[in-house]
């Protein structure tokens, strides 16, 4: 059975655990310090999940909801479960919480994007409901 944890306080172990996940969704990013970690935490439009299986941290999903002159929209981000427990539902419960804290929220639309080839995540957004759109994201690194 996989519980879901709302991420409340910058903690040393959970700071640990994001430096084992996040790499296996992207090993070229650097992993966040406690700094960062504390500024997600203290964000109001910010949430930080993590994934139970046990008594063992499987995976993490970030959801932040913001308002555009259209909508209310939901971010999902930084989905990852790992590796070895993958397939077993903790993408789904991840996104699932994402959804349902969004609505809480008041969001109205949910977005998320994802690599081409993480073939099984893909599988995952588009069974869960999530359809394909045709865009083009350009993005502009502003400090590294």
């Given at each position: 059975?996989?519980?879901i944890?709302?991420?409340?306080?910058?903690r040393?172990?959970?700071?640990?655990?994001?430096?084992?996940?996040l790499?296996?969704?992207?090993?070229?990013?650097?992993v966040?310090t406690?700094?960062?970690?504390?500024a997600?935490?203290?964000?109001?439009?910010?949430?930080?999940?993590?994934?139970?299986?046990?008594?063992?941290?499987?995976?993490?999903?970030?959801?932040?909801?913001?308002?555009?002159?259209?909508?209310?929209?939901?971010?999902?981000?930084?989905?990852?479960?790992?590796?070895?427990?993958?397939?077993q539902?903790?993408g789904t419960?991840?996104?699932?919480?994402?959804?349902?804290?969004?609505?809480?929220?008041g969001?109205?639309?949910?977005?998320?994007?994802?690599?081409?080839?993480?073939?099984?995540?893909?599988?995952?957004?588009?069974?869960?409901?999530?359809?394909?759109?045709?865009?083009?994201?350009?993005?502009m690194?502003?400090?590294?």
């Amino acid at each position: 059975m996989i519980g879901i944890e709302v991420v409340k306080e910058a903690r040393p172990e959970t700071l640990k655990v994001l430096a084992w996940l996040l790499p296996q969704l992207n090993p070229t990013l650097p992993v966040p310090t406690m700094e960062r970690l504390q500024a997600i935490v203290a964000d109001p439009s910010v949430t930080l999940l993590l994934a139970w299986d046990r008594r063992d941290i499987v995976g993490t999903a970030t959801v932040i909801v913001y308002t555009t002159p259209f909508w209310v929209k939901a971010r999902i981000d930084e989905v990852v479960v790992d590796e070895a427990s993958r397939g077993q539902g903790a993408g789904t419960a991840l996104v699932n919480a994402c959804l349902e804290i969004a609505r809480e929220k008041g969001a109205q639309v949910a977005e998320l994007q994802s690599r081409v080839s993480r073939e099984a995540a893909n599988r995952l957004y588009k069974r869960m409901g999530f359809e394909l759109r045709e865009s083009n994201l350009y993005r502009m690194v502003l400090r590294a």
